[in-house]
């Protein structure tokens, strides 16, 4: 089993709908981020979170918001989703310190 | 403020060539992180390698070599004797404070 899972891996959604994707890690890490993925534009930090209580917003937050259920669990929600939210979204996991971010297998979402 | 920049957006060279692929960073800390990601076309991020700030010393793994220089706040790629298995999109990613930022990547084309 991966150690860091996305669901679902695939997702079209209209717009105004409200989306939930969901991030689970078996890796005991504190650090969990979210990234979206557009050609050209690389990773960008959505949102990121320390511990259940800590949440940062990244660079590019607006129209998103996400939920920390636990340390192993970190969703990402687009309230009213629009198109240019269609991207590959990613999660990552990493502990403190050098530890490089291990990533999921990536959420291609699609707002129509 | 962390930035991390990828001047080079595409580049293609013919097999067997030597590639370089550059990174130039920047933060005001003195305790950072730099890692490099490839991305295959079938879309995972597959970490490559991590170089904490106190360690400028140079690597090398087999064709991949990495040359960190804090001077010029740059941590470059180097693939010797390109293959077409090298063609991916890679990243270059900073840590500080836990953050993680990305540069926008390079898409690398090996050429038959």
């Known amino acids: 089993d991966a150690d860091v899972t996305q669901t679902p891996r695939n997702r079209i959604t209209k717009t105004g709908k409200r989306i939930m994707l969901e991030c689970s890690q078996t890796?005991?890490?504190?650090?969990m981020y979210w990234y979206r993925q557009d050609p050209g534009l690389g990773l960008r930090l959505i949102y990121y979170?320390?511990?259940?209580?800590?949440?940062n917003k990244g660079e590019i937050s607006d129209g998103y918001s996400v939920s920390r259920q636990a340390q192993a669990k970190f969703s990402l929600s687009l309230e009213s989703a629009i198109p240019n939210q269609t991207a590959l979204y990613f999660c990552?996991?990493?502990?403190?310190?050098?530890?490089?971010?291990?990533f999921g297998q990536g959420t291609r979402l699609t707002v129509v | 403020a962390q930035k991390v920049t990828q001047a080079q957006t595409e580049i293609s060279v013919v097999e067997k060539e030597d590639v370089t692929l550059d990174c130039v960073y920047e933060?005001?800390?003195?305790?950072?992180?730099l890692f490099w990601y490839k991305q295959p076309p079938s879309g995972e991020l597959v970490f490559l390698i991590r170089?904490?700030?106190?360690?400028?010393q140079n690597e090398i793994s087999g064709r991949y070599s990495w040359n960190f220089q804090k001077s010029t706040s740059s941590f470059n790629f180097t693939i010797t004797a390109s293959q077409v298995v090298d063609s991916a999109v890679y990243f270059c990613?900073?840590?500080?404070?836990?953050?993680?930022?990305f540069g926008k990547g390079t898409r690398l084309h090996i050429l038959p």
């Open positions: 933060t005001r800390d003195t305790t950072y992180y």
């Open positions: 890796k005991g890490h504190d650090r």
């Open positions: 990613a900073l840590k500080r404070d836990d953050k993680i930022i």
């Open positions: 170089r904490n700030s106190f360690d400028e």
């Open positions: 990552a996991t990493s502990d403190s310190g050098n530890t490089e971010a291990f």
């Open positions: 979170s320390f511990d259940v209580k800590d949440i």
